[in-house]
């Protein structure tokens, strides 16, 4: 492709709204555009190295027995209803009536299309088990699209799907996703981690998260060095520290003026943050009757730790979680600020386990200006669920080792669920056994974000001149620049070299547009390809052009008639350290 017939420009400077490295240099690259929030255009150079990302994906899903399919966007609202989905997710979800008046879906994942068609398509143990994927756009109406392409509304996915009669066969199609997707990433140039996480909207049983560690990464991840324990902060486990051995005091009432949080009150009676229960009130939309309906939940957690709502919501089996009001607080039978479960009442209870076996904490008295000390679980109140609702936090103890863990930010590049029988059994998609016995069919859902993908690896790999693409996913492998005048042996020699490279299969970008070099070079820095071949009149004196690596400052001279050979060797070099890193990996439940 020659510079002067591409559509799209180099930018010298990022818009301001571009708050992100990753978003400042694919705009500045000329690789995308942004229309609205979270609304973006691929312009040539984008689009192909979007492509080659994809191309990586077929051949990893092809590896694994996938068969590439493609769902549509636009969805009946039935398939969704029936799955109870259409009325479980709120306004992110993009609905419309068609023009017969009918309720439409914009598809922000496709398990309900999936679903009818395996009802279709699967009737008998005997055509199990089967693996399909698509690559296709997706609508999400986030409210907060951020940082470029990481979080956007339209967006490309890899959605595949697992098709089996048990969840045996379940689990060795779910590893071999585990292993494409080290094997996806890491020959786009990215090292990324697994992770465990909540199941969410998806439901199931099990989930993972890929993740690509990053400063600008929403996700909180809670690592172990010794061990390898990883899980998002969303479900992370970790080893509470032991209890106090010691015998139940008698509760006592003591006053505790403008006193209402966890840091005054251990200050006012010279505790420990550990020696103090804290009361968090919210309010869960739950199932009830074929109905969802508002349940008051009083979750207690120890004061040296926090509260994770996905872990309370999981636990009650939530739909949603709000902060209760204050009127709300009261009609319980608890106050704000001094809240207790000691007394309240038409509220479920929910304690964090670590509360169960600590004794004689203080905790609110539901009343302005008083605590009560040595409250006791059982004694003093009945909670109706003891489990693990505390967020696990930088340093805590690794649950499998009891290793002080890390935290990090990470970007979620890709995710893989098992399903079950989450969608069949709801949707009637069945097949017969050998006996003719009908049994709901057994799936797996594995989903790739191709923009993220792309905006992670514009995120770590680049310097402060521009991008440096890896060799498998840049636009493209060379950029070939003249620094000769128009009618200039130097044009005569580029254009000839570009001609000779393209009949080699190598793929160019030429920069024969009428610029000052430092103009070309600071472009060919900022778009980043692989390897930059100058021809210009100093290099022509000894017959032969520059070559650089963007990975490299070393400039070296080769032959004319050598030129396409060695482009051919530095390629393949190239491509074949990033093949080494493609490895087997081991799984890890969580």
Not at 154 to 177: I, P
Not at 363 to 370: D, K, L, M, R, T
Not at 412 to 441: C, Q, W
């Amino acid at each position: 492709m020659r510079m002067t017939r591409l559509f799209g420009n180099t930018l010298r400077e990022a818009p301001s709204e571009a708050q992100v490295l990753s978003h400042q240099l694919l705009l500045r690259a000329g690789l995308i555009r942004q229309h609205a929030a979270g609304i973006f255009s691929a312009l040539p150079l984008g689009l192909r190295a979007l492509a080659k990302i994809e191309q990586i994906v077929r051949e990893e899903m092809d590896r694994i027995g996938g068969q590439e399919i493609k769902m549509p966007v636009v969805n009946p609202a039935e398939i969704w209803q029936e799955t109870g989905r259409w009325y479980t997710v709120g306004a992110e979800m993009g609905r419309f009536k068609d023009r017969t008046d009918r309720d439409m879906v914009l598809a922000m994942t496709h398990e309900e299309v999936m679903t009818d068609l395996v009802r279709q398509e699967i009737q008998s143990y005997r055509d199990l088990p089967v693996l399909v994927y698509h690559i296709q756009t997706k609508w999400r109406d986030d409210p907060r699209p951020r940082a470029g392409l990481i979080r956007v509304r339209e967006f490309t996915m890899k959605d595949s799907y697992s098709l089996d009669a048990d969840e045996a066969g379940l689990d060795r199609q779910y590893r071999a996703h585990y292993q494409a997707y080290f094997n996806i990433f890491r020959r786009c140039g990215l090292q990324p981690i697994a992770v465990g996480s909540d199941t969410g909207m998806m439901g199931g049983s099990m989930a993972h998260e890929f993740m690509v560690l990053t400063p600008i990464g929403e996700d909180t991840l809670l690592l172990c060095s010794a061990c390898g324990y990883a899980a998002n902060r969303q479900v992370a486990r970790f080893r509470k520290p032991a209890s106090p051995i010691e015998p139940l005091r008698p509760v006592e009432k003591i006053a505790t003026p403008a006193i209402t949080t966890i840091q005054d009150l251990t200050a006012f009676l010279s505790l420990t943050p550990a020696q103090t229960a804290k009361a968090v009130f919210m309010v869960a939309t739950i199932s009830q009757d074929d109905r969802y309906v508002e349940r008051f939940v009083f979750a207690v957690v120890r004061g040296d730790m926090t509260l994770n709502e996905t872990k309370l919501a999981n636990t009650v089996k939530a739909k949603e979680l709000r902060p209760a009001t204050e009127a709300e607080i009261r009609a319980i039978g608890a106050e704000p600020g001094y809240g207790s479960p000691v007394g309240v009442h038409d509220c479920l209870v929910v304690i964090d386990d670590a509360v169960a076996t600590s004794p004689n904490l203080v905790a609110g008295a539901n009343e302005v200006g008083y605590h009560l000390l040595n409250v006791n679980t059982g004694r003093d109140f009945q909670p109706e669920m003891i489990c693990d609702i505390a967020a696990a936090e930088d340093g805590d103890a690794c649950p499998n080792c009891g290793t002080p863990m890390r935290a990090e930010r990470g970007v979620e590049v890709g995710n893989i669920f098992k399903l079950g029988t989450r969608y069949s059994a709801a949707m009637g998609a069945a097949f017969a056994d050998e006996n003719g016995a009908p049994h709901p069919v057994v799936m797996g859902s594995y989903g790739i974000g191709i923009g993220r993908a792309l905006a992670c690896v514009a995120e770590t790999h680049n310097d402060a001149q521009g991008l440096i693409w890896p060799v498998s996913v840049a636009p493209y492998h060379v950029h070939l620049t003249n620094l000769g005048p128009m009618g200039s042996e130097a044009e005569t020699v580029a254009d000839q070299l570009y001609a000779d490279l393209v009949a080699a299969d190598v793929e160019v970008l030429y920069d024969d547009r009428d610029r000052s070099p430092g103009i070309k070079f600071n472009d060919a820095d900022l778009i980043g390809l692989p390897l930059r071949i100058t021809v210009a009149r100093r290099g022509l004196a000894e017959k032969a052009v520059e070559f650089k690596l963007r990975t490299s400052p070393a400039r070296e001279f080769v032959p004319l008639p050598d030129v396409v050979s060695s482009v051919k060797t530095r390629l393949a070099a190239l491509q074949a350290a990033i093949d080494a890193t493609v490895m087997e990996v081991q799984f890890k439940s969580s």
